[in-house]
């Protein structure tokens, strides 16, 4: 069972940056592929962006292409996720997901997930 805690939310201005981690617990994540999501207020859950399991591969939302970075250091557990040139459509709340090898598009194609942590953009 793989346990994912993602950390780093907060509140920031239009512009500046942050640094979501999202870390496993109860398994290594080696082998995993790890999916971020994020649903805003009254939103559907969408696909941000994702990483295979060695990190060799990333695949982003278009929203998101060139602003958002995904990253994993499989020695420490953790998916990493720079977001820079936050945006007011930004904010959400924002989930990792874990599936195993290679990443996916579809939230009903990955068997973990963890609890989210909200990033609020202001204008």
């Known amino acids: 069972q793989v346990q994912l805690v993602e950390s780093g939310g907060g509140l920031v201005q239009a512009g500046e940056s942050l640094r979501l981690s999202c870390a496993a617990s109860?398994?290594?994540?080696?082998?995993?592929?790890m999916g971020w999501f994020r649903q805003a207020p009254g939103k559907e859950r969408e696909f941000v962006g994702g990483?295979?399991?060695?990190?060799?591969?990333?695949y982003y939302a278009d929203a998101v292409k060139g602003r958002f970075t995904i990253s994993r250091d499989n020695a420490k557990n953790t998916v990493y996720l720079q977001m820079n040139s936050l945006k007011p459509e930004d904010t959400a709340i924002y989930y990792c997901?874990?599936?195993?090898?290679?990443?996916?598009?579809?939230?009903?194609?990955?068997?973990?997930w963890g609890q989210g942590t909200q990033v609020t953009v202001s204008s």
């Open positions: 990483i295979n399991w060695s990190g060799s591969n990333t």
């Open positions: 997901a874990a599936r195993w090898t290679n990443w996916a598009t579809r939230r009903a194609d990955y068997s973990y």
């Open positions: 109860g398994h290594t994540l080696s082998g995993y592929a």
